[in-house]
């Protein structure tokens, strides 16, 4: 908005700023209360939704903290769609903003240990607690690893071996998983220097969802385009919806590639 802040505007933003660090301070302050993580170390990210914080676990291990910021307006126009169109929230009332926040962060906690369990390369999930996600850290030392977006497919020793675990993850979370991420991008990759993580689950959708070829499909095409590979979307989409429907048996070779039929999704 033009125009200075009036002394009562920047009052009011101090309160409201308050009343958020006070909020998310004591969902912290729960986290360390169950052992989830023991000291906070400091921000070190910031995605468009939240806050990434780095803390320290009684093992000496660190996790990330996924702040999300109980700020209105954006956040329900973004996020409200997604919420009401899964059958998990029907029936919520959203009583306010806060709350909507609190619902969000707990569907992505939910979608990642899906992911999770599933086999996928993904953050460990540790706990959560109103807007606070605690998860596995990934990085060396206190600094986070690069986005794939950042790193560039220049920057990768072998684009091959990132591309094909990226595959075999979007896999077994959609089959094993009955997950599909929704809004998968070279953005939400970690890359370690030898292996991607697949990060940001909030906005992934059961199967069943009434998008949810559409979102896999996207999914698929902005992988695929990344590394500039010769498989073809559609093909790979075929594959994913038909081997999803597989009633037999579903093997794991030693590499970790689901075999159904016998087959790897990427066998010809
Ligand atoms: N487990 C993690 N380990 C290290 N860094 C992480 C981890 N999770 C997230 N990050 C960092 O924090 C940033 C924000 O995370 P994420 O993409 O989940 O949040 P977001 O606010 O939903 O993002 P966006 O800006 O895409 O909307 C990421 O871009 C990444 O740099
Ligand atoms: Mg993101």
Not at 200 to 223: C, M
Request: overall charge positive.
């Amino acid at each position: 908005m033009a125009g200075r802040r009036t002394e009562k505007d920047s009052d009011y933003f101090r309160v409201v700023d308050d009343a958020i660090n006070s909020y998310t301070w004591a969902a912290v302050v729960k986290l360390q209360e169950r052992g989830i993580i023991d000291d906070v170390l400091g921000p070190v990210g910031q995605g468009k939704e939240a806050k990434l914080v780095l803390a320290r676990r009684r093992d000496g291990t660190h996790a990330a903290l996924k702040i999300f910021y109980p700020v209105p307006v954006k956040f329900v126009k973004s996020r409200y769609g997604y919420v009401l169109g899964d059958p998990r929230f029907r029936g919520l009332k959203v009583r306010n903003y806060l709350h909507l926040v609190q619902v969000w962060c707990r569907k992505e906690f939910g979608n990642l240990s899906r992911a999770f369990r599933a086999g996928a390369r993904v953050p460990e999930p540790y706990g959560f607690y109103r807007n606070v996600l605690a998860m596995r850290f990934v990085g060396s030392g206190t600094t986070p690893a690069p986005l794939l977006a950042d790193v560039g497919l220049e920057g990768l020793d072998d684009p091959d071996s990132v591309l094909y675990e990226i595959v075999k993850s979007v896999e077994r979370v959609y089959i094993l998983g009955g997950l599909v991420h929704g809004d998968l991008s070279p953005f939400n990759v970690l890359y370690d220097g030898e292996s991607p993580w697949i990060i940001d689950w909030g906005s992934a959708v059961r199967r069943g969802h009434p998008r949810e070829l559409d979102y896999l499909r996207r999914d698929v095409e902005r992988i695929l385009e990344f590394f500039g590979s010769s498989i073809e979307p559609q093909r790979l989409l075929k594959r994913l919806v038909e081997r999803g429907s597989w009633r037999g048996p579903i093997d794991v070779d030693e590499e970790g590639w689901l075999l159904i039929g016998g087959r790897r999704i990427v066998d010809d």
